[in-house]
């Protein structure tokens, strides 16, 4: 089966970089767009940045846009979420999810699968 491991969550000051990673095994993996959402306590899960089956098109929620970046390497089965300048409202747990086609979303009803979610927070 489908299974998606989030890594790279962690604790960080205001202003900070953090890495998330998502490995993903079960299906080939260049064959789907994949994503990243939030969720923060209290609040609806909410859309972060999305990447085609290739790379070749990627979407960021306007909340991150400029600040996060959304790559994957397709040879290692895993995507990425590259975080900078990071801000007290960016915390969240953060949950990796595969789509079930190539083409890449901002919707959570386009994806099939989702991982088990990794903390982060950042601190003022």
């Known amino acids: 089966q489908v299974q998606l491991v989030e890594s790279g969550g962690g604790l960080v000051q205001a202003g900070g970089s953090l890495r998330l990673s998502c490995a993903a095994s079960?299906?080939?993996?260049?064959?789907?767009?994949m994503g990243w959402f939030r969720q923060a306590p209290g609040k609806e899960r909410e859309f972060v940045a999305a990447?085609?089956?290739?790379?070749?098109?990627?979407y960021y929620a306007d909340s991150v846009k400029g600040r996060f970046t959304i790559s994957r390497d397709n040879a290692k089965n895993t995507v990425y979420l590259q975080m900078n300048s990071l801000k007290p409202e960016d915390t969240a747990v953060y949950y990796c999810?595969?789509?079930?086609?190539?083409?890449?979303?901002?919707?959570?009803?386009?994806?099939?699968?989702w991982g088990q979610g990794t903390q982060v927070t950042v601190s003022s």
């Open positions: 990447i085609s089956w290739s790379g070749g098109s990627t």
């Open positions: 999810a595969q789509s079930g086609t190539v083409v890449a979303g901002k919707s959570p009803d386009m994806y099939d699968y």
């Open positions: 079960g299906r080939t993996f260049s064959s789907y767009a």
